[in-house]
């Protein structure tokens, strides 16, 4: 199975979210909808949050260090839970402030027209950076469902992205509606009711996507079913008997294991050693998202 690339993914949605944010804002000045202005934010909010992502997986490939042992693959995750922040508070919170003081200070809309079509465009570059997030998510989910894949995934940029897309694209419709709903009946309520509705959904995104990020910041082993494959791994091995303890700790992209089995005869101690170390050679091919591997022999668990 080919491996998704998250940063092509990240910049499908940079470009997206550029463009769609310039007419947004263009679009909120000229028709003073609330709705527009808290989807332009949203947009603004995205490319911050993108390009942070990109720095997150240019800083998680540096290499181990004295201070570092084990790399520094898991920084990935933090940037990933500011995302989640900056969704929640910059995105969520002010689109939700903005709809409730449009409500108590309503204002009609201006060139209605203008907005429809500047969140018309929005929705297709927006349709067409989700499209491109979900080429990569499916190279890597296999049967799973889409939420499936996001609860279990460990890859936290695409996970973001995806989350990020699929808010954007939702957000618009809801912004859309809105600004049609107010045109019809002359009524800027609805607009109000549009920006709170969309602050809505980007807070409960970004408690979702926050919750994925924490549990792999704590410390989140590999997807089960890939855990599941490694222990059959070595299990099948003629060089083991049985596998007592399988560790695995998910590293950014890399994987740390650590295996306690009890070894098939070998005669000598350098046999065992040589059997050792041929299973680890085979098992990093197997598994190449492997980076530190630690075999401990033994006669019990």
């Given at each position: 199975m080919a491996g998704a690339d998250s940063v092509k993914s990240i910049f499908y949605a940079l470009f997206a979210n550029s463009a769609i944010a310039?007419?947004?804002?263009?679009?909120?000045?000229?028709?003073g909808s609330g709705a527009m202005l808290a989807e332009a934010v949203h947009s603004l909010a995205d490319c911050t949050n993108q390009a942070l992502l990109l720095l997150g997986i240019k800083r998680a490939?540096?290499?181990?260090s004295p201070d570092y042992p084990l790399g520094t693959g898991k920084e990935i995750y933090?940037?990933?839970?500011?995302v989640a922040l900056l969704l929640f508070s910059v995105g969520g919170l002010f689109s939700i402030y903005e709809g409730v003081h449009k409500l108590h200070e309503p204002e009609p809309l201006s060139y209605p027209w203008v907005a429809i079509g500047i969140l018309s465009f929005a929705v297709v570059a927006e349709?067409?950076?989700l499209l491109g997030c979900m080429r990569e998510v499916d190279k890597v989910r296999g049967k799973r469902s889409y939420w499936g894949w996001f609860r279990a995934t460990r890859q936290s940029d695409l996970m973001v992205i995806f989350g990020e897309d699929l808010a954007a694209l939702v957000g618009l419709v809801l912004a859309l509606i809105a600004v049609v709903a107010?045109?019809?009946?002359g009524n800027p309520m609805y607009d109000a009711c549009g920006s709170i509705a969309i602050g809505v959904l980007l807070v409960l995104i970004a408690i979702l996507i926050g919750r994925e990020v924490k549990a792999l910041l704590v410390g989140e082993g590999v997807d089960p079913a890939v855990k599941a494959?490694?222990?059959?791994?070595?299990?099948d091995r003629s060089e083991v008997d049985e596998v007592?303890?399988?560790?695995?700790?998910q590293m950014g992209n890399d994987v740390m294991v650590a295996v306690k089995a009890r070894m098939a005869s070998a005669g000598t101690a350098q046999g065992l050693v040589a059997d050792i170390n041929r299973c680890e050679v085979a098992f990093r091919q197997a598994f190449p998202q492997i980076q530190w591997l630690f075999f401990e022999p033994d006669c019990k668990d």
């Open positions: 310039v007419a947004k804002g263009v679009g909120a000045w000229f028709t490939k540096r290499p181990p933090f940037w990933s839970f500011i349709g067409l950076s107010s045109m019809i009946t494959e490694m222990r059959q791994w070595l299990s007592y303890n399988l560790l695995t700790l």
